[in-house]
């Protein structure tokens, strides 16, 4: 397994520059998040000629691509909407496909609330299936991430939403931090999800008695990340581990991206050790 750093926590910083930077702290891997809030990160603010230096510039740095992740979800609420969003993701697979990634991965949230799963199911899941067609159409692959208060929030409902689908084209995109938030724990929802799962993120968290949380650095909260570490390479995990910021850190005026991901680094370095598990 290798470690990557996604940059939409570095919303101020070009790729470019946010790719030099992980480089240098010793990561092996960048998503690239595509958003209108994030520095010339969009597919139409990328001609050819600064994908061909991008895909330059990774390639020396030695940075692989596990995914280009796009802010936003895919559950829609008309047609024109589920249309644009399809037709944005399939840009952004070209996007990855431009930058070097061998087998690109487009990742988003499903969306909806939690309260709302009994209603907004059944569209999920005619929705992911229209994405599953358009990714085998242009040869990619979509990640649909569980979120903490979305309509898909825990374990039992992206297996059955996903297993609903049944399309090897749209896998989960599993973020450990959601299903804890949901009360499971890290090796139990490891081994639930991971066989449907197609990338990953890792941040932290610390919840409170009174049902509230705090999103924080990977090392700065209560998540076992050496217990999911462990879990993963059991499972036979064999590409990247994601590290997410949430933009309720990166939104704070004191934020510093740059320490954020040496902070994220160091704590994720040291939860292979203590697992017991190598890179690469």
């Known amino acids: 397994m290798r470690i990557a750093y996604g940059t939409y926590a570095t919303p101020d910083m070009p790729l470019e520059e946010a790719a030099t930077l992980l480089a240098e702290i010793g990561y092996d891997g ?22 061909l230096r991008l895909r330059g510039l990774l390639q020396r740095l030695g940075l692989g691509i596990p995914a280009v992740f796009t802010a936003g979800h895919l559950l829609a609420e008309d047609e024109d909407g589920h249309r644009r969003t399809q037709e944005h993701v ?26 709302q799963w009994e209603d907004v199911k059944g569209r ?31 374990s039992e409902r992206a297996l059955w939403a ?17 299903f804890y938030l949901a009360g499971e724990d890290e090796t139990g929802a490891v081994e639930r999800l991971l066989p449907i ?3 990953t993120h890792v941040t932290d968290a610390r919840r409170h008695a009174d049902g509230g949380f705090d999103l924080l650095l990977l090392g700065q909260g209560d998540l076992d990340a050496a217990a999911y570490v462990k879990a993963m390479a059991a499972g036979g995990w064999e590409s990247f581990l994601t590290l997410e ?11 510093d991206a740059a320490t954020a991901a040496r902070i994220s680094y160091d704590s994720m370095t040291r939860a292979f050790a203590e697992a017991g598990v190598e890179r690469g």
């Open 30 to 51: 960048v998503e690239v998040c595509v958003s209108p809030r994030h520095a010339a990160s969009m597919p139409e603010e990328m001609d050819a000629a600064r994908r």
């Open 162 to 178: 996903l297993g609903s689908v049944g399309s090897p084209a749209v896998r989960l995109h599993f973020d450990i931090v959601h």
């Open 90 to 115: 399939r840009r952004c697979a070209g996007l990855a496909r431009d930058l070097g990634a061998e087998s690109p991965v487009v990742a988003l949230g499903i969306g909806g609330r939690s309260d």
């Open 245 to 255: 910021v949430s933009g309720r850190i990166w939104g704070r005026d004191d934020y």
């Open 197 to 199: 799962t197609g990338h």
């Open 124 to 154: 999920i899941v005619d929705q992911l299936g229209d994405y599953g067609r358009l990714a085998r159409e242009e040869g990619f692959l979509v990640a649909a991430e569980a979120h903490c208060g979305a309509a898909v929030d825990r």
